[in-house]
């Protein structure tokens, strides 16, 4: 496995590597499939996972084990459609808003998460070298993730503030591919967010209140 971590090119003076490369298109491809609502989105994340874990581990720590959380979110999701999936009109899962129970849970959960996270980070210096931008990464995909398994339409949302940031830090630690793929994202989730939107009003679910959790 170690090909993965090798040189694939350069790009705009960015090295990219192998396994920051395939893992940010599997994520890429995950978040379409997420889109079309496909039970296929949970796969694919959770092979994105595994190899963006091959590409941090040994140097960013923090970010190999935000990818074991990704992949244990990926295991849960997979469950959770498995288990809805034909309640919307059209076969697939039904989107819906969160309640605003749910939302103030989700924010004070990331909220709470990102400063535990960080300040974890910061004890430990070599799990990451940005701390609180890099737990807001780390606590904020969970989120968009748990969003996304739930059906809610806000993971778009989620992922969109994640997007935020995470385009600069990895341009800053060296991963272009990764911020290129971010930027890409940005565009998919604005998508992703119109279509979840107007589903969820098909579905009958037309108020911000939603479904019960």
């Known amino acids: ?33 997420g889109w079309r609502r496909s039970l296929w989105t949970w796969p694919a994340q959770l092979l994105s996972g595994l190899v963006l874990f091959i590409a941090f581990y040994g ?30 009109t059209d076969g697939h899962i039904a989107p819906r808003f969160a309640s605003w129970r749910e939302r103030a849970a989700m924010a004070g959960a990331a909220a709470l998460g990102t400063v535990g996270v960080a300040l974890l980070f910061e004890a430990f210096p070599t799990l990451s070298w940005d701390p609180w931008p890099d737990a ?39 991963y272009a591919f990764s911020g290129f793929v971010y930027v890409i994202y940005g ?16 579905n009958g679910r037309p108020t911000l209140e939603g479904a019960p959790a």
Not at 17 to 32: E, H, P, R, T
Not at 59 to 85: D, F, M, P
Not at 154 to 169: I, N, R, S, T, Y
């Open 187 to 202: 565009a998919l989730v604005l998508w992703g967010l119109r279509d979840w939107w107007l589903r969820s009003r098909d």
């Open 59 to 88: 140097h960013l720590a923090g970010s190999a084990g935000k990818q074991v959380v990704v992949i244990v979110v990926a295991l849960y999701g997979w469950w959770q459609w498995n288990r809805h999936r034909g309640q919307g």
């Open 1 to 33: 496995m170690n090909w993965l971590n090798s040189e694939a090119f350069h790009l705009f003076g960015q090295r990219i590597i192998w396994s920051d490369m395939v893992g940010n298109i599997l994520g890429l491809l995950a978040l379409a499939l």
């Open 136 to 174: 807001y990464i780390f606590v904020g995909t969970v989120v968009a993730m748990y969003a996304q398994a739930r059906g809610m339409v806000e993971f778009w949302l989620a992922w969109l503030l994640v997007d935020v940031v995470g385009v600069p830090l990895n341009f800053a630690n060296g």
